[in-house]
């Protein structure tokens, strides 16, 4: 045995290289998975208080670092029929009153905005499901009035697909990011999530989409 080593030693030292190599570039790519995966920003949103029209949606930054929210989208429908209204600040037909709109002028900023930054572990409520209904119905009802195709799918009754995107800045990541979670709601006015997870939009070309839908509202 000894003899055989000794006869070998060559080739089992260039072995014994090659297992150390394996092995740390193991460990190296664990490492940086690791850190990757605690840099990348992630946003989450979820639905609350039962699948009605008086359901709530919740956005939650699980990052490490804060994110700062710049838009938030509600879009209903789907295809050339798809209507989106901007939700980051409070709805301006809800505050037409002169009282109402100077109760908004004096109220704090995250009363009446979504914009701003939030911290890791933090959440901020969008609002009911009802309320942004809505918006998106006044937004639909305009979109006719100026010529476009109305969306009958919109109104109750109808089974109709609701998206919510997340526009936001994140520090390690250069320009927009996104999340979007969407649901269904029913024929019977119940809402269900589509999926069980919120995607992410962190990568370079779903950045540029992001950065496209941004530009857009701006």
Not at 43 to 52: D, F, K, R
Not at 59 to 72: L, R, T
Not at 199 to 204: A, R
């Amino acid at each position: 045995m000894e003899t055989w080593i000794e006869q070998h030693a060559t080739l089992l030292q260039v072995g014994v290289s090659v297992a150390t190599l394996l092995i740390w570039i193991f460990y190296a790519q664990l490492l940086f998975q690791s850190y990757r995966r605690a840099r990348r920003p992630k946003i989450v949103i979820n639905q609350m208080l039962g699948n009605s029209d008086k359901a709530r949606f919740l956005i939650s930054n699980m990052s490490q670092e804060a994110i700062h929210i710049d838009k938030v989208l509600v879009c209903m429908g789907s295809g050339e029929d798809r209507v989106c209204e901007l939700v980051t600040d409070a709805d301006p037909e809800q505050s037409s009153g002169e009282k109402d709109q100077n109760a908004m002028l004096s109220a704090r900023l995250d009363e009446v905005t979504l914009q701003g930054p939030l911290g890791s572990g933090k959440c901020i409520e969008l609002g009911a499901f009802q309320n942004l209904l809505n918006r998106i119905w006044r937004r639909a009802q305009k979109n006719s009035e100026n010529g476009g195709t109305r969306n009958d799918a919109i109104g109750a009754g109808h089974e109709c697909r609701v998206e919510i995107i997340v526009m936001a800045v994140y520090s390690s990541e250069k320009g927009v990011i996104g999340a979007s979670r969407a649901f269904w709601r029913k024929e019977d006015g119940e809402l269900h999530p589509e999926d069980v997870k919120t995607d992410q939009y962190t990568g370079f070309f779903a950045r540029r989409r992001m950065a496209r839908l941004h530009s857009q509202y701006v």
